[in-house]
């Protein structure tokens, strides 16, 4: 099941912007977060590909969805400014994002690009 993130949630899980200038990642492993809106016509087509990779990759990263209509100060800290727009979260380093609705093998490989994570391990 994906979680929905506000503001408060994406300060304990992802990344507490108040208190830190410098990018702190908070989670425990590796995440993606789903910057979306419900009337997106390619967020509506990207959703599911993103259920299925919550179950393949279940216990390895967390993946989450940030409605841009409801969390506007979230989406404009990232600069979104169209969607969907993915943000992948390795555990070091600095998050990259992608924009657009991605076939499930582009996710596939960014997870285990960027976010250093494969089904294998």
Excluded: R
Excluded at 85 to 100: E, H, I, K, N, T
């Amino acid at each position: 099941m994906l979680e929905h993130l506000t503001k408060e949630t994406f300060k304990e899980k992802v990344f507490n912007f108040e208190e830190n200038k410098d990018w702190k990642f908070e989670g425990n492993k590796p995440c993606l977060i789903d910057f979306y809106a419900d009337w997106c016509q390619p967020c509506k087509m990207v959703a599911p590909i993103l259920e299925e990779l919550s179950k393949e990759y279940d216990g390895k990263i967390d993946i989450y969805k940030v409605d841009t209509e409801d969390q506007q100060e979230l989406a404009g800290m990232f600069g979104v400014k169209s969607i969907p727009s993915l943000l992948f979260v390795p555990m070091d380093g600095q998050p990259q994002m992608a924009q657009g609705a991605l076939p499930k093998d582009s996710f596939q490989n960014a997870i285990k690009d960027v976010l250093k994570v494969s089904l294998e391990n």
